[in-house]
């Protein structure tokens, strides 16, 4: 079993940056991979991107490639979302998820998911 906590969302101006953390517990984590997912008000939830067990392959939403980037570091159990060049209709709330096996751009291979972080740009 992992247990996942979220962290570094806020508000930020459109155009600012914001890193999102993403802290696990529990079971061995760098065993898995790992995906960070969105649901805006109103809307279902979006894959973002995600990231193999080493790092070794990463995967992006079209809507988000060339601005996020995924990354881990194994050694302190924890996945990483930089967000640059923030969009207002990035405004969601961001989760992290672990997936042991599967298509990593499909929410529901994943089997552990956190609590989620508000992030919201304004215009």
């Known amino acids: 079993h992992v247990q996942l906590v979220e962290s570094g969302g806020g508000l930020v101006q459109a155009g600012g940056s914001l890193r999102l953390s993403c802290a696990a517990s529990g079971d061995t984590f760098s065993s898995y991979g790992m995906g960070w997912f969105r649901q805006a008000p109103g809307e279902e939830r979006e894959f973002v991107a995600a990231?193999?067990?080493?790092?070794?392959?990463?995967y992006y939403a079209d809507s988000v490639k060339g601005r996020f980037t995924i990354s881990r570091d194994n050694a302190k159990n924890t996945g990483y979302l930089q967000m640059n060049s923030l969009k207002p209709e990035d405004t969601a709330v961001y989760y992290c998820?672990?997936?042991?096996?599967?298509?990593?751009?499909?929410?529901?291979?994943?089997?552990?998911w956190g609590q989620g972080t508000q992030v919201t740009v304004s215009s």
């Open positions: 998820a672990v997936i042991i096996s599967g298509r990593p751009r499909a929410e529901y291979e994943y089997s552990y």
């Open positions: 990231i193999s067990w080493n790092g070794g392959n990463t």
